[in-house]
């Protein structure tokens, strides 16, 4: 106790000292960015973050968006965007400043705060988006370098054979170029990853270049709109690869027709005729490419304009005949490479504004990783939304947007390049580190291997692996298909910072105290819902295979049982449906249509703390059939204060039987002086709110009759009348180990009900439910009940028929006739040895003391009488017979030579001999042996005989009498469960 | 006992006898209906779902869908709708045939097996549902009549003005047409609703004729195609009113232009510049209408033609010139009328496969409901699918399906003219019936006063609530518009139907066993999901209206708190989630940062069972805030098998208390022989699974001095043993009177937490849990900690500083100096009282028999000495002063008066005076006073002090002494709360 209760000051001193080395920063630590680990909010988070939020997309894709969706709409798409990152970076620095945050991002945050699953799916997702990202920037890049960078057609390998062709040769080119690039790309970060770091700074001076290169160019338009002429042929586009926008030039004196007319009209002149039909009935006219943003284009361009794959672009405003059906040289128009739509532009535009985690990555290199992430982070997404909104203003034409920058297009085009290359390394080198985290984590095993490190601590595999993925994505070749893959990807892993947010927020975790205030679960709600509206407005499809990627990884990592001790937020999850499910169950007794058995099963344990009947289990696990409720409770005799270890012990050893006998259930150990005591507690109090158990199975105490302690068949009477007390009902399978295990089947063989009388309906709902297990399916049932001497037994068969069809179970029925029997001599000699044997332990247990008790004891004895016959009163008056006809089969010879037999006991207990049976004794006894006689008789080759259980007398001294006539009905049966009602009805024959 | 465990022969009897007559049967049973219990399957069951399915949308839209959509996309949708019904039926037919069905149909189904919330909603989307499609019965049956039955143009009221019009006007005729036709049909209903049930075999009849009328028609088409020539201009239908189908007519002997070119040409003559150029530059062409089944229509047809709103429907195949951006003459083609889509044809469709409960709603009426249902449904339902699907292969163009009728057209018009109305006056019976029925369960209040009839049991408000709600339909007028609304009613209500199948079937309910037993869950899941995929793909934003409008009334039921006693089938799913909840939280204690104070309240109750300090309770919800684990434990001393009333009472009590104090948790009233071990039970025992307490509250035992008997501090101390034994943190919230209640707000002051001794970081977790709460909020976190003489204090603060910002906890931190006082003459007095009072109280209790103990007990108080000091051994050792010290203070003079002041002792005491104080007991009441002096004085206008609970002591004789300690320490303040932790850290400063 004083170890763990130390002194504040002692405390204190050692606390603050491992302060800064935390938990699993020294494993996770990059080894190349040990050398600063004090880098600020502007080096660490803002410029990082800008560096990845600008890039390819912006440069490549951004004007063609706002061109195709229209200004309106653009706006819409940025703004959708960018309030998601910027509510997910709240998310990220709430949970950011919850604690000392360990090196390694998003993948480290989450992973402890919301547990290992879900931290592995999100890891996972941040990898493959990552890795993604590096192909985006690789392919945006050859897109540069091929198109604006070198002269067109001098680098590209595949040529377009045909003029439709044009696309599928650019992919190849892609493909090729892509794929040289990142193998030269992979070799630098696996030879110096060093230089890679120390480009950083070179590759976001591009970017700012080109931004401001971009603004200046914009503004210079307004004044001066830059020369990009465009030939336009009625409305439609035409692809500049003539010389002159006119039908006919001027050739010295003659009107001849132009380059562009010879491609119309295949024969050379320009009779009407021949010419391309569209070509003859619109004219050609010159327009300014880049009107300026003076020239009213915007209000023309605020409304998109989405197209089909290959249908012609055509410009508003512009007059053109249609002419329908005819042959059309389709080749020569502008027209759209893929089809467009809103929910695709979204997908799109969205990998610009994945960057925010950047920033976050870093947080094993920052001074003050709690202060910098938030603060660098939200200045940044705010930086770039305004950039991304006014940029998206300024530029509204579907061309390149470097015709338009200041003072040179090369500014814009070599920037884009150089920065594009650098993201591409940038998401090389860390996405494998990433792996290799997550791996070294250990709770994907298949992942193991990329752990390991070269010696120059390069994880070798991991950048294999990426590489690989990474290949993937260029053999797609396409930017505008590989785009919305990384999109879904980081969405998931943005989805899942907000769920951990709001999740933590709303269940007031106790340790849930982000020093970084300014978080509420609406917003993090709101930033998960548009998360999961993006992917799903980018590509429905794309979406669920990213959700079933988690889903199966989560489910993985569950199934493989990862045991970290990181703690998971969704414990509290649990605790609150826990909590939420008992309270709302709690409001009433279920109504008897949904009753079901929640079982209290009292187990016994020996000296060992071993189960004595592991087979209660095994019927209880049949009879649940996984399903619903089930306590095992458990008495250790003895004092709470010194039993603690015992009581895990007994736990441990239970929960290890329930395992192997598959019972799903709960455990329940407890300390009593007395074990009577400590089941009447367990009975009173096991359970919690709804949960509570209605049924209690006990096992039967064996060898009560040779064991001169009463306790043990005391204890069990006292557990029946605390059941009674309870209104619980009350399974006791007797002969237990003769039960078949989960592993028997019973092929054949019925399962038969004695409803001697009706005790709620147990009797037959505990056969259908066993039914429903394996081992008893196959088993029939069968339902006999017992006609006295006043019941018409035709009668009562059919209604006994009619109402299991109304109860919809299928049994055999059968109503036995018992006729009134003389009570045998048999019976008779039962009474009597039942009453000796009680007279005389009663007699050997009395110490000198208690003998005054005696007159008393024998005076509650006569109360018997009034007890009536075995199960309740009305029965004994039916049952009674005359009481002459007792004399008639017990003759007096027999009585003498029973007297003579008795002779031969010792001394002091002749006195027993004289004794002459009770008459309610005999009474009870002779129908314990007419029933069991025919249970006997019809049941025998039964697999279980199901019977009601009399209840206890209600004095205690009839106690012994009570526990032999339970024995002598249950006599030659080799499987008997007896079963007593809670006292109300559980099955019913409404729906 | 006797009265609940009845004989099986009378309570057999008792059974069988009121078998028939069903719970709810009697009161809902219709009047009318009365006469016929005793209807078979075909009667009672296939032929009234034969009539719902095929109506007024097989007759009006079928073949418009087909030439619509094509024939593979029509028996797509023909597919979809009916293997919805089916799988619904089958879902159906499971719940009818668990138990005995009561007369009502479908609500009253959902409403016994799922319970009032989801009957309830099931209830009134079928109500809106059946309401709905009276209004599309009317408007089908105005529609036929004013189109067909009628001479074009004689009955309308409105006429369209201009050409475009036309749509509008028909709208307006059929709101006046259909007002009426409603109108009359509630006077019908309203006055002889027997005469309606009377007609239903002819409507019936006319059904059936017609159908067969048409397939009749089909198959003769095959060979002799009726005549129904249609005019075409270029591929555009022309709307038929004009006489001849040409360009010219040949009148006399001249070529002049026909009716038909005057249309198109408005100044009469036929050169081209004033004609309208389509019409000029196609042909006009006759076309076969109906081609007969032999002429390749099929194959013309096999794929749809979806059309956007006046859009003109083109004929492919046929060939035209397309003319742009020209004055066209629109109002001369056949145009769609509505956009047209898959979706919207779904929805439209729907509703004509939605006769399927028309059996299950007469369930009343049936011989055996059990059989017939499932039967009957099934059979109609393949009946019927058959029937479309061939339908739809035979007739497939835009044509009214009547002309293909023999041997006349007319059968077809006014066979599905009457069968309109009649399937109109069905709807219109049934539904305020149905209304009635929900109202007179009365689960939704505000639907009461429906449930009353007139005298001849006709439900008029019921009838005119549905003639209003009808109305509104007819008010939208279309047709098409009317459709999908009461497709996504009926589709609702299959979907719980399908649900509440799923459901039980998983969650093995007892009382699940149905007799038909041809369902799955599997089907069931399907169904349900093909419900959902159809209402989103019919029109998701009328589902997720329609899904509202359902959950809307689900939390309306819910919160009226509507308690029938029909059970509900969802109590299986609570009982299932809490108990996977639980299952999972099992699994290990949780994380330090997922530690959340799990709180077990041990209540004392007086003796009219009321709780003693209520205050106890204010305290756990003001530090739950709601969230979170709260056991409320309380003993009552007496034994079980007597005392289960008073259980329940006081269990009353103790909730009763809780619902006022607002402490969201569960109750557990134990009955113990002895409270000490009630209690001990209680701890061991209360909660289950994961749902363990893991804080003890309790209160403090006031007026312990004044007492005599010993067991108030007795049980104190030995629960307070209890809980260390159990690994459990203890509170002890001390003049628990004082602390503040629900209502009230501290608007400043400070919260300060004494931190002697580290014991798990409880002490700073509860101050920011209780400032969750509004009362706490205002208040300010002090710290104090207190530093010895070897402790470097600015040192010490700065650490605890440090340590505080880890945690994210505000606090203001104050280092105590305590330097190493004398031991005053107060100390001592204090010391020797406390002994003198001990051994005087022990005296007394001594009985002559126990004074043989009294040499043990003095022997065993000497090792009182080896317990050290307050807290722990550790801090004895720094705060015990030297032996002489005490000398040093204490002279003999003040031993003196000290001596003379307790001479008026009673005689017997007088040799108490002799004892010297212990010296540990002086060294612990040493630390305790100044402890407590530096307490008071930082801390005397706190609103709460946060103290370090010391252990008690290892031997039971020092428990007196350890109560005088604790008084001593908390003496002076106001509001205490003693806090000792459970031997684990629960706070961290990792995210």
Redesign the interface.
């Known amino acids: ?2 170890d ?6 002692s ?3 050692r ?2 000292n491992y ?1 800064n080395i ?2 699993g920063a020294k494993e996770h630590e990059e080894e190349e960015s040990a050398e600063s680990p004090n880098m600020g909010t502007l080096m660490g988070v803002y410029l990082p973050c800008l560096q990845n939020i600008f890039g390819v997309i912006l440069f490549l894709r951004l004007t063609w968006i706002v061109g195709t969706a229209g200004i309106v709409q653009s706006l819409l798409i940025v703004l959708m965007c960018c309030s998601c990152t910027m509510l997910t970076a709240i998310s990220m620095s709430a ?7 360990p090196a390694g991002g998003a993948y480290f ?1 989450i992973s ?2 919301l547990g290992p699953e879900f931290g592995g799916a999100v890891g996972l997702c941040f990898y493959l988006g990552t890795t993604f990202a590096a192909a985006m920037y690789i392919l945006g890049a050859i897109e540069i370098f091929l198109k604006y960078l070198v002269p067109q057609g001098t680098m590209t390998i595949f040529h377009a054979t045909d003029p439709h062709g044009g696309d599928s040769a650019m992919l190849n080119n892609m493909r090729v170029y892509g794929s040289l690039c990142l193998s030269l790309m992979a070799v630098v970060v696996f030879v110096g990853v060093k230089y890679v770091n120390k480009l950083a700074s070179l590759f976001l001076a591009c970017v700012i270049i080109s931004i401001v290169s971009i603004y200046a160019g914009a503004i210079k338009s307004i004044t001066h709109p830059p020369e990009f002429p465009i030939c336009m042929l009625g409305n439609r586009t035409l692809v500049r690869d003539f010389d002159v926008c006119a039908k006919t030039v001027v050739q010295g004196n003659y009107t001849v027709p132009s380059n562009l007319s010879e491609k119309f009209c295949p024969l050379g002149n320009m009779s009407s005729a021949q010419c391309d039909e569209y070509f003859s009935q619109n004219n050609v006219t010159e327009v300014q490419g880049i009107p300026g943003l003076a020239s009213g284009i915007i209000r023309e361009n605020m409304w998109g304009d989405y197209l089909q794959k290959g249908e012609i672009l055509e410009k508003a405003g512009l ?7 005819a042959m059309e040289n389709f080749a020569m128009y502008v027209s759209a490479d893929i089809a467009t739509s809103f929910t695709l532009l979204v997908g799109i535009f969205f990998p610009s504004a994945t960057g925010i985690m950047a920033g976050s990555n870093r947080s094993g290199d920052l001074r003050d990783a709690q202060k910098s992430i938030p603060v660098g982070t939200i200045l940044a997404i705010t930086t770039t939304s305004l950039v991304c909104i006014l940029f998206g203003d300024a530029v509204s034409n579907n061309l390149v947007v470097g015709t338009l920058s200041w003072p040179s297009p090369w500014v814009i085009v070599i920037g884009s390049f150089f920065s594009t290359v650098g993201a591409g390394l940038q998401s090389l080198t860390g996405a494998p580190r990433l792996l290799q985290a997550i791996a070294k984590d250990n709770i994907i095993p298949f992942l193991r291997v990329f752990g390991h490190g070269k010696a120059n601590g390069e994880p070798t595999w991991a950048l294999l692996l990426t590489g690989l993925i990474a290949e993937l994505g260029i053999l797609i070749a396409s930017l505008d298909m590989v785009a919305p893959i990384l999109s879904m990807f980081f969405l998931m892993c943005y989805l899942f910072v907000n769920l951990a947010c709001a999740v933590q927020t709303l ?5 849930w ?3 970084f205030k300014y978080y509420h679960w609406a917003l993090s709600f709101l930033g998960m819902s548009m998360c999961l509206a993006l992917m799903f407005i980018s590509s429905w499809y794309y979406a669920i295979v990213a959700m079933g990627i988690a889903g199966m990884i989560y489910k993985y990592i569950e199934y493989q049982g990862a ?1 970290k ?5 969704i ?2 999850l ?6 939420y ?6 409001v ?1 007794p ?8 929640q079982l209290l099963v009292l187990l016994k344990l020996d000296e060992d703390l071993h189960v004595k009947y592991p087979r209660l289990l095994t019927f209880a696990s049949q009879l649940k ?1 996984g ?3 089930t ?1 095992v409770g458990s008495v250790i005799q003895g004092n ?3 039993s ?1 270890g015992e ?1 895990q012990a007994a736990e441990q050893a239970i929960k290890n039987m329930m395992e192997i006998e598959r019972v ?1 259930g ?1 455990c ?1 150990v ?4 007395k074990v009577r ?2 089941i ?3 009975i ?8 509570k158990h209605n049924t209690v199975v006990m096992g039967w105490p064996y060898g009560w009759r040779q064991s001169e302690d009463p306790r043990a068949w005391k204890t069990f009477i006292n557990t029946v ?2 059941t009674t ?3 619980l009902a009350l399974m006791v399978p007797k002969n237990v180990s003769f039960y078949p295990s989960n592993h028997e089947r019973f092929t054949d063989g019925n399962i038969d009900v004695w ?6 309906g147990m009797l037959m ?1 505990l056969p ?2 066993l039914k ?1 297990h394996k081992v008893w399916r196959k088993c029939k049932m069968r339902i006999f ?4 001497m006043d ?1 018409n037994s035709i ?2 068969k059919k ?2 028929a ?2 299991l069809y ?4 299928e049994a055999e029925v059968e109503v036995v006739e018992m006729v009134r029997y003389d009570i045998s001599a048999y019976t008779y000699e039962r009474t009597l040895m039942m009453e000796q044997r009680s007279q005389m332990l009663r007699q050997m247990r009395l110490s000198s003391a208690e003998r005054d008790r005696e007159a008393q004891l024998v005076k509650d004895r006569h109360s018997l009488i009034r007890m009536g016959s075995l ?5 004994e008056e039916v049952a009674e017979p005359p009481p002459e006809k007792v004399q008639m089969t017990w003759t007096k010879e027999k009585c003498e030579a029973e007297r003579r037999n008795r002779n031969n006991t010792p001394e002091n207990f002749r006195e027993l001999i004289s004794l002459k049976p009770d008459q309610s004794n005999v009474r009870r006894m002779h129908t314990a042996v007419k029933l069991n006689e025919v249970i006997v008789n019809r049941s025998h080759d039964a697999r279980l005989v199901l019977l009601n259980m009399p ?1 206890p007398p209600r004095n205690t001294d009839g106690d012994e009498n009570y526990m032999e006539f339970l024995e002598v009905l249950t006599e030659g049966l080799e499987r008997v469960l007896l079963v007593r ?1 809670g ?2 009805e ?6």
């Open positions: 106790e004083l763990i209760r130390p002194k504040v000051s405390l204190l001193s606390l603050v302060t935390t938990q949970i950011a400043t919850n604690g000392v945050v945050m402890r705060s007059q053109s005949v249609d002419v329908h059906g269940l007031r975790t106790p340790n105290r982000p020093r045991e001790e990181w703690g998971d937020g414990r509290g649990s605790l609150s449906a826990a909590r499910a008992l309270l709302r169950l709690e009433g279920p109504h008897t249509k949904n009753w079901r058995p059939a399903k619903g409720l306590i709470f204060l010194d603690y009581t799903k709960f329940q407890v300390v009593a002086s005591e400590g009447a507690h367990l009173q109090s096991c359970g919690l709110g709804g949960m009348r605390c007390a309870a209104h409803w001697i009388v009706h005790d709620g709902l259908f439910l429903q009940t017992v006609a006295q019941d009668q009562m209604d006994l009619t109402f109304q109860l919809r179970i199960y309740s009163d009305e029965e209840g009602g006292g109300r559980v099955i019913t024959i409404y729906s």
